[in-house]
């Protein structure tokens, strides 16, 4: 059953902590990308990868971090440096190169940072 | 800048009444454009999209989306909305020549009385 899938559903952490949150896609996917999704905002880029082993920043990088090292996973780290952290975190998968193609959610993963 | 206006953030219908949302895009080259609805609780799922051809163009459930180049809009409509409806709407536009990356709109929510 192909898909991507995120994990936990639900996190919370505690002020001034790191935290990962996992995105993993069995869909065979070049491209993945992460998203934040604030009431009344969209969904604003964070960081996204066009191939292994390579990821460029979006549009709200600053606090988070990212790593490729497998074509399946792209996990998002978001670091005691991200000023407000609690938000809805949605990850994508895309096939790469034709942007007429549409990019696959996951269920995404709700951050509280207490 | 590329930038994605919704023009409505929170619609109220009735059932059965008819349903516009619109969207209009800055970017001057060739794009694609994209509606996805975020059903509660649901992952976001595509509802359509154009890339070329016909500017009228039909997705899942009855919506269709209409692209006006020389008016850089791609309105999403309803003839006829059903409570199930009720969801959140998000247009996304991808420049031609940029991968898969998309550039997202505000979100439009939907709420459909029964």
């Known amino acids: 059953d192909g898909g991507i899938t995120q994990s936990p559903k639900y996190l919370f952490r505690k002020e001034g902590q790191n935290v990962t949150l996992s995105c993993e896609q069995n869909?065979?996917?070049?491209?993945m990308y992460w998203y934040r999704q604030d009431p009344g905002q969209g969904l604003r880029l964070i960081y996204y990868?066009?191939?292994?082993?390579?990821?460029q920043k979006g549009d709200i990088a600053e606090g988070y971090s990212v790593s490729r090292e497998k074509k399946e996973s792209f996990p998002l780290t978001v670091t005691s440096a991200q000023k407000n952290p609690t938000a809805f975190y949605l990850c994508?998968?895309?096939?790469?190169?034709?942007?007429?193609?549409?990019?696959?959610f996951g269920p995404g993963t709700r951050l509280t940072v207490l | 800048a590329q930038s994605v206006s919704q023009h409505n953030h929170h619609v109220i219908l009735s059932e059965a009444a008819s349903l516009e949302l619109g969207c209009n895009y800055s970017?001057?080259?060739?794009?694609?454009l994209f509606w996805y609805v975020q059903y509660p609780g649901q992952h976001l799922q595509l509802l359509l999209k154009?890339?070329?051809?016909?500017?009228l163009v039909k997705g899942i459930k009855g919506f269709e989306a209409e692209f006006i180049k020389s008016k850089f809009s791609f309105n999403l409509r309803k003839p006829s909305v059903q409570w199930s409806d009720t969801a959140e709407y998000f247009c996304?536009?991808?420049?031609?020549?940029?991968?898969?990356?998309?550039?997202f709109g505000q979100g439009t929510e939907l709420s459909v009385k029964p």
């Open positions: 990868s066009q191939i292994v082993n390579d990821f």
């Open positions: 994508a998968c895309h096939p790469g190169l034709a942007g007429y193609n549409e990019q696959f």
């Open positions: 996304a536009v991808n420049g031609g020549n940029q991968g898969g990356k998309l550039i």
């Open positions: 970017y001057g080259g060739t794009v694609n």
């Open positions: 869909l065979n996917h070049d491209a």
């Open positions: 154009y890339f070329s051809g016909d500017p």
